[in-house]
């Protein structure tokens, strides 16, 4: 028996698992320690349901996904608006180094996983999603990867992209904590208080409307076709992108010509328009992941997570530390870099806020390294994945 689902109601069913994945998240505590996001819960139950369905030959699903694509792109345009040359400037030399340390970390994390692919015998390409993709990248590029890594003969590249990414936000936030702890108490640092604290724009609270709303998503429309453009350019070069590369680099754009004052952008509006097609994207993607490929691939791809887990932890506590200036600021962000390095933003703001309470204000270290590596890894990460891809095709 196979059950289909046309556009509109596969849509609806992607509500419907995505609030599931809130109740059971308010249920469970781990899931919210380890800030397990709601559409991957939901979407991975409705994974295993339909992997009880093709084990036994009992039933069938069958989605739309057409909606995908639009939520991808959406997603991407909506990331790049931090992306301010005046903020970057006003971080210093701090700024410098984290935004070098995030272009490091894509490379590093590629080799490592591509490296170990082929020692495996997986296709090399494979690797990419049990590297920067899903780690630095989040769920969100390891979906969005995944389809054009299996087109190039990586088979079961999102499936295994996802699955990375879901063990990246548990160890991030578990190792950032011990090894900044670490880093603190040998070497007596402290706290020096919010004396000297890099301004690095953040908005001001201001109360929404429906006009303002309508203003943040017809901006985040307009780029998104601007990017169309500017993709359309970029291939020209001779180098293949990904269609939702170029809203990445239009929401720069976008923002630095706002920064002049010509318009404004209200970024928590625009966020908040970015979490929804997100949430739809993931579980529009989830709902259609063929879990049962992942079978043959566990024990390669536990060994290579294992090994990418190490050398970040290794990265973070003998050279990122001391690149940072080896004081209690550099230790937090250590922390922090553990968790965007390894699962995403929320994981980093986790532990460096779990530091900050025991030891202390880092004023510093809690607004530069969010800004700074959301910037770069944002753009650095699909571009230097696009260049792999069109290097190996």
């Not at 402290?190 to 109360?207: I, N, R």
């Not at 429906?210 to 998104?224: D, E, N, Q």
């Not at 509006?269 to 691939?297: C, H, K, P, Q, Y």
């Amino acid at each position: 028996m196979t059950f289909s689902f046309d556009m509109i109601q596969t849509l609806a069913l992607a509500v419907i698992v995505l609030v599931v994945g809130q109740k059971v998240n308010a249920r469970l505590p781990a899931l919210q320690k380890y800030c397990i996001p709601s559409p991957v819960v939901g979407g991975l139950l409705f994974c295993f349901i339909t992997f009880l369905g093709n084990q036994t030959g009992a039933f069938a699903v069958k989605v739309d996904n057409s909606l995908v694509n639009f939520l991808l792109v959406m997603f991407f345009t909506s990331t790049g608006f931090l992306a301010s040359v005046a903020v970057f400037k006003r971080s210093g030399r701090q700024g410098v180094f984290l935004a070098l340390i995030a272009i490091g970390t894509v490379v590093y994390q590629n080799a490592i996983g591509m490296g170990l692919c082929g020692l495996f015998g997986l296709h090399p390409l494979l690797g990419i999603n049990i590297g920067s993709a899903p780690l630095v990248g989040g769920l969100g590029t390891a979906a969005a990867f995944g389809p054009s890594l299996e087109e190039l003969g990586a088979a079961g590249a999102t499936t295994v992209g996802v699955a990375a990414a879901t063990f990246g936000m548990v160890l991030g936030s578990i190792i950032g904590g011990p090894i900044a702890k670490r880093l603190i108490e040998k070497n007596s640092l402290a706290s020096v208080g919010g004396e000297k604290t890099v301004d690095l724009g953040v908005e001001a609270a201001e109360p929404s409307t429906a006009k303002s709303v309508t203003g943040s998503f017809f901006i985040l429309l307009i780029t998104m076709a601007l990017g169309s453009y500017l993709v359309l350019l970029l291939n020209k070069t001779g180098i293949t992108f990904p269609y939702y590369v170029g809203g990445v680099f239009a929401t720069a754009i976008v923002r630095n010509i706002a920064d002049t004052g010509l318009f404004t952008l209200r970024s928590r509006e625009i966020d908040g328009i970015a979490n929804v097609a997100l949430g739809l994207f993931l579980a529009l993607s989830l709902m259609t992941l063929r879990i049962w490929e992942l079978l043959n691939l566990a024990v390669p791809m536990l060994v290579i997570l294992a090994v990418q887990t190490i050398a970040l932890a290794a990265v973070a506590y003998y050279a990122i530390f001391r690149a940072l200036g080896r004081d209690y600021e550099a230790a937090v962000m250590t922390s922090g870099y553990c968790g965007v390095g390894l699962g995403q933003m929320p994981n980093a703001v986790a532990n460096m806020a779990t530091l900050i309470q025991r030891y202390g204000p880092a004023p510093n270290a809690w607004f530069m390294l969010p800004v700074i590596t959301v910037i770069f890894l944002n753009i650095f990460n699909p571009l230097i994945v696009s260049l792999i891809m069109n290097w190996y095709r």
